[in-house]
C-alpha cells in the first residue's frame, strides 16, 4: 500500500520494490544475510528523499538510510519491514572552492571521489579510510568515520563544517556553513554526524580542506613494545612536524601480512611491534632528512630495534601493502571476530596480553591479530582460528563476551569508530550511564517522534 | 519565596540574594549596566547545581549560568526576575593526565590556570583568548570560544572531549570521554558547547592537549593587503610546519597600536596590513633557520613589503604588545562598537573597504580599527569616533546598520566567536533559515521544556 503511495510519488525511477531490486541493497559489509526490504527508494535531490521521508513517516514506515554499505556495525541492512533510503545517485561532482578551503558536496559522492577532487587543485580532504572507493560522504558522516590520519586531522566530525539534512517529517534543513568560525547558535550539524541515520537523512555537507603536501617519506620501524611505540611516537610528533601517519601491528597480525603479501621488509629483527610512519612536506630531500635524524636520535635513545626509510616509490606500496592485509584477512580466514576498541595508553600493552592469554586459554588455536591507529590508541582486533577453519557460534560468542568485557573493565571503549549499529545495541547500558542514555532518548523522540529512522539501532 | 526555598536547600553560604551581592555579580564585560537579580548562587559541588537548577525548574525561575563574565554577548548579564549560578568556586585544580593527554578540570577553572597546570608537564591546551586570566573552562565551552590558535587546533569545541552538565532539571549527565575515538551513540556533549547556557549548566570537562614545544620565534611582517596576506599565509603554512599564529592587523588600528604602545618596529615600510606571526618547535635555532628561509621566499617572491624576526625575548613582547594593544581601546576611545566577523577570503579587502567608506561617509570622524585571525578569516572591527568622542545611540545605531547589512549581503556571518548572547538577538533570523529556527527550538523545548535557561538570550 504504501509502497503504491511511494510509486505515484516519486516513479519507478526511483522506486523499486524490494523483491525486484538489485541484491546490492540487500545487504550491507559485515551483515551475514541480506534482507528484503519492502522498496528500495534511490532518489536523485533533496526534494526526493524529503518527499519520501514525509511519506515513509505518514504511514509509519521504518527507513533505512544507506551510503556505501561499508559500515562495519549493520546499520545499513535493510529492515523487512521498511524502506531503504539508498543516496548513491546523489553524487554530483564536488565542487571545490580553493580560496575558502572547503569542497560542497551531495551525500552520494565517494571519498575517493572527494579525495581526487581536492588533489587536483592542490589540496586534501583528510580524512582516509580503506574503503574510499565505495564508502559515501552521507554514511562517513554518520558514522563519523575515523581512520589514520585522525589524530592529526581529526575524524569526519572535525572535517565537516555544513550539512544539510532531511527530518523525518520530510523538512530540509540546509546548514550549509563554509566558515572555520561561525556561532550563531546551536551547531545543528553535530546532531546528525556520528548519529548513524537515526535523526535524518544526510544529503549534502560542506568539508574542510588542507592545503596538500606534494612530498611525503615513509618507513617502517620495529619497536619492543606498545609503551615503547608510544614514546616513539611522541619524540616523532615533536621533531617531525608533517608526521600524518603513525599506524601499529602486532606479530600475528605482521607474520599475516608478510606471508600473505610474500615479503618482509625487516627480516632481521626480534619481536616486537611494527610501525608504519609516513610523513609530508614540501620537498622530499629535506623530509628526509628530517627522517633520517628523527630515527638517528630514536636509535640512540634505544627506542626503536630495527627500521627501514623506503627508497622508492615501490617500497613505500611494500610497506602499505603491509598494513592493507587486513583486507585479505577474509581470504585466509574463513571467519574472523572483529572488534574495533580505544583503550588508553598506560594500559595497552597489559590489555593486549591479558586478551590474548584470555583466549588462548579459551582454545589454543584462536589467535589475535592486532593493529591499530597509534595516535589514538584505536586498535582493531580480529580474532580467527589458526587454522584458517571456521569459528562456530559458541566459540564466537565466547569471544566477544571475552573481549568486551576486558576491555571495559579497564575502561577503554568498544566501538571507536566503527558505531553501534544492529550488532552492538545490547552494550550501550555498559558504555553509557542511564542520564545519557534518558538523554539520547530525548533527542530522538524530539527529532523523530514516530520512531521511523533506523528502528532498533543505535539503541 | 523561591529565593527561602534555596536559601534553606543550599545554606546562606551558597545563595545571596541579589541585593546583598558582590556587584562584580550583576554585570559582564560587555553589558552596560548593572543588573540585580533575585539570588547569586555559588555552587561548590555539582550536587549543588543539580539542586539549585531542580529548584528553579520547580518554581519556573529563570537561570542565568555564569563563568568569567568576559562573554562579548551579554549572555551572562543577570535576569532582574532570575537567579544567577556563578560556577567560580568550581575551580579545583585541574587533573592532569600525562599519557592519556587530557585534562579533566571543574567547570569554573580559569583558562590560565588550565595553561598553567599543563605547560607544568609539557602539554599544552591549545585554546588561547585575551581574557585568559578571567574566562572560565565552563563559559569557554558555554560560548565554544575560539581566539588565535584556532585554525592549527581548532576551537573549544575541537578541544572538549568529555563533559559533564546539568539539564534543567537537575538531571546530571556526566558524559566525561577522554578517548579521541568513542563512536557509541550522540556526542551529546556537543549539545552544550556553544550553547551559551541555554541547555543546561556545564560543570566539568575533559580537555585535550597537545606536546608542548619548547621553542618560539615571532616575527612582524608588513604587506599590501588582505590578499597578499593570504598567500603569504598560505605559503608560511607548507614551510613553516609549526605556525600557531596568524594576526592580522589593519593600518588605522597599527598607527593606534604603536602610538599607544610608543614604539614601532617598521616605522620604514609603506602603508599596508602588519602580520605577527609566530611558530613553535623543539628548539630555537633550527626554527629561527626555518623561519629566516620562508621569509626570503617571501621577499623573493615579492609577497611582503617589510618585516623583522624578533631577536629577544623583550622585542617579542613589543610585537605581541600591538596585537594586544586593542585592550588599550577602551582607555583611548570613550566608545567603540564592535564586531566579530567571518568572510569569506576571496572578498576580504572589498569588503573592509567598502565599510571603511560607508562609514566614512556617514561621518567623516568615524575610524574603523580592524585586526583579526586571518587563518580563519574572523576579523573583529571596532570602531571609534577619531576625536576619542562618545558615540550616540544614533550614530551607533547607523554604524551596526552599516556594518551588518554589508557582512551578511556579503554573505559573512557576524558572530564567529563571541556568540549571540543578549546582544544579537535580533539578527538570529538573518543568519539561520526557518527550519534551523525551527529545529533549534525543537532542541532547546526537548532539553528544557519550562524555558528557564537563559531566556531571551540565543535565540
Ligand atoms: C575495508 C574497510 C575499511 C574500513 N576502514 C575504516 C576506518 O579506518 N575507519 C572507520 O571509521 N571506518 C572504517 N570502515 C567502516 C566504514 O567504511 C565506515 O563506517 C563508513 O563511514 C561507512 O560509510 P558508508 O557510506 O558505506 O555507510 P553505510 O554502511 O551505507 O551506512 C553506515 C550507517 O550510516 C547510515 N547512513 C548512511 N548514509 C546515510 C545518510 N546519507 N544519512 C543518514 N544516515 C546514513 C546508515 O543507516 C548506517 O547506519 C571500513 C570499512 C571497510 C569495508
Ligand atoms: C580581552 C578579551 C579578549 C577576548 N578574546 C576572545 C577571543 O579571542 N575569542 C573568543 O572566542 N572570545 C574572546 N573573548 C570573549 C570571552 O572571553 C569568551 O566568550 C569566553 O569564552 C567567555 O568565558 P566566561 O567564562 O567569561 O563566560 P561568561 O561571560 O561568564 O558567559 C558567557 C556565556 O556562557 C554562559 N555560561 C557561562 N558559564 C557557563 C556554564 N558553566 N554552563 C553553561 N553556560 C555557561 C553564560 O550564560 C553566557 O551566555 C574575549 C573577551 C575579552 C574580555
Redesign the pocket.
Known amino acids: 500500500m504504501t509502497l503504491d503511495v511511494l510509486l505515484s510519488a516519486l516513479g519507478a525511477q526511483v522506486v523499486e520494490p524490494g523483491e525486484t531490486a538489485n541484491p546490492a541493497y540487500l545487504k ?2 559485515a551483515s551475514r544475510c541480506p534482507v528484503t526490504p519492502l522498496a528500495v527508494v534511490r532518489p536523485r535531490s533533496v526534494e526526493e528523499v524529503s518527499r519520501t521521508l514525509e511519506i515513509c513517516n505518514e504511514h509509519g514506515l521504518p527507513v ?10 549493520g ?2 541492512q535493510p529492515l523487512a519491514d521498511g524502506v531503504v533510503i539508498c ?1 548513491d545517485r546523489m553524487n554530483g561532482a564536488p565542487e571545490i572552492d580553493g580560496q575558502g578551503r572547503v569542497a560542497r558536496v551531495q ?1 552520494g559522492v565517494t571519498l575517493e571521489q572527494v579525495q581526487q577532487a581536492a588533489e587536483a587543485q592542490g589540496l586534501l580532504f583528510a580524512v582516509d ?3 574510499r572507493g ?3 560522504i ?6 563519523n ?4 590520519r585522525a589524530f592529526r586531522y581529526g575524524m569526519m566530525r572535525q572535517n565537516v563544517l555544513g550539512l544539510e ?1 532531511v527530518l523525518p517529517d520530510g523538512t530540509v534543513v540546509s546548514a550549509m556553513n563554509g566558515f572555520l568560525k561561525n556561532n550563531t547558535g546551536y551547531d545543528l550539524k553535530q546532531l ?1 554526524i556520528g548519529a ?2 537515526t535523526l ?4 549534502g555537507a560542506v568539508l574542510r580542506l588542507h592545503p596538500a603536501q606534494p612530498a611525503r617519506v615513509t618507513a617502517l620501524l620495529r619497536v619492543e613494545n606498545l609503551a615503547r611505540a608510544q614514546q616513539v611516537l611522541d619524540a616523532l610528533s615533536l621533531r617531525l612536524p608533517g608526521l600524518s601517519i603513525c599506524e601499529v601491528m602486532w606479530p600475528d597480525y605482521y607474520y599475516f601480512a608478510s606471508g600473505f603479501r610474500g615479503f618482509d621488509p625487516l627480516p632481521d629483527s626480534a619481536d616486537g611491534l611494527t610501525l608504519l610512519i609516513e610523513a609530508e612536506g614540501q620537498e622530499e630531500a629535506g623530509l628526509r632528512g628530517d627522517l633520517q635524524t628523527a630515527l638517528e636520535y630514536l636509535f640512540e635513545k634505544e627506542l626503536v630495534l630495527d627500521g627501514a626509510i623506503s627508497q622508492s616509490l615501490r617500497q613505500t606500496e611494500e610497506f602499505w601493502a603491509l598494513r592493507s592485509a587486513n ?1 585479505g584477512l577474509n581470504q585466509a580466514f574463513s571467519s574472523i571476530v572483529n572488534f574495533d576498541i580505544s583503550l588508553h595508553p598506560e594500559i595497552g600493552d597489559a590489555v593486549v596480553a591479558r586478551l590474548n592469554d584470555r583466549l588462548a586459554a579459551a582454545s589454543h588455536q584462536l589467535r589475535c591479530l592486532w593493529l591499530g591507529h597509534l595516535g589514538d590508541m584505536n586498535l582493531h582486533l580480529g580474532v580467527v582460528r589458526s587454522s584458517g577453519s571456521e569459528i562456530g557460534p559458541e566459540c564466537e560468542a565466547l569471544i566477544v563476551d571475552a573481549v568486551i568485557t576486558t576491555v571495559l573493565d579497564a575502561g577503554g571503549t568498544i566501538s571507536a ?3 553501534i ?1 544492529a550488532f552492538k545495541v545490547d552494550y550501550v547500558p555498559k558504555l553509557r550511564s542511564e542520564a545519557e542514555q534518558a538523554l539520547s532518548r530525548t533527542l530522538r523522540r524530539a527529532l523523530d517522534p514516530k520512531g521511523i529512522m ?1 528502528p532498533g ?1 543505535l539503541f
Do not use: K, Y
Request: net charge negative; with cysteine; glycine share 28%.
Open positions: 550491507d559489509w533505512v538510510p544507506q551510503g556505501g554499505r561499508t559500515g562495519l556495525a546499520g545499513a543516496l551525500a579510510i580503506g574503503s565505495s564508502c559515501e552521507g554514511g562517513m558522516i554518520a558514522t568515520a575515523g581512520g589514520m539534512a546528525f548513524e541515520g535524518g537523512v544526510v544529503t583486507e569508530e566503527h558505531g549499529g533506523n539501532r
